[in-house]
Nanobody, 127 residues
């Protein structure tokens, strides 16, 4: 059983950088089992896929977010992180880290389609 837990500030000001960390237990982020992804769900909308980092530490980003997204990892802590720069109120959403054995580069229709997911963390961008 893999457990993921998001952490980070719940409130970010416009134009600042949103930083979230996902702590993983039950598997190592350096094994080939999963692609470690970040997705989000804005209020009243479907899931957005932001990107993932693979077991080699190579990130891959959604074209929609590539210009302002960075995903990195700390293997000593078994954590991976998301940085989303120059945020606006449109970036307000529940952010999830997920373990995806398929390595999808578009969002699933439902959170339950992923192998494992965190409880999600609400991030609000103030204007």
């Amino acid at each position: 059983q893999v457990h993921l837990q998001e952490s980070g500030p719940g409130l970010v000001n416009t134009s600042q950088t949103l930083s979230l960390t996902c702590s993983v237990s039950g598997d190592s982020i350096t094994t080939k089992s999963f692609y470690w992804s970040w997705i989000r769900q804005p209020p009243g909308k479907g899931l957005d896929w932001l990107g993932y980092i693979n077991y080699l530490g190579h990130p891959y980003y959604s074209p929609s977010f590539r210009s302002r997204t960075s995903i990195s990892r700390d293997t000593s802590k078994n954590q991976f992180t998301l940085q989303l720069r120059s945020v606006t109120p449109e970036d307000t959403a529940v952010y999830y880290c997920v373990a995806d054995s398929m390595g999808r580069t578009i969002a699933a229709n439902r959170l339950e389609e992923y192998d494992y997911w965190g409880q999600g963390t609400q991030v609000t961008v103030s204007s």
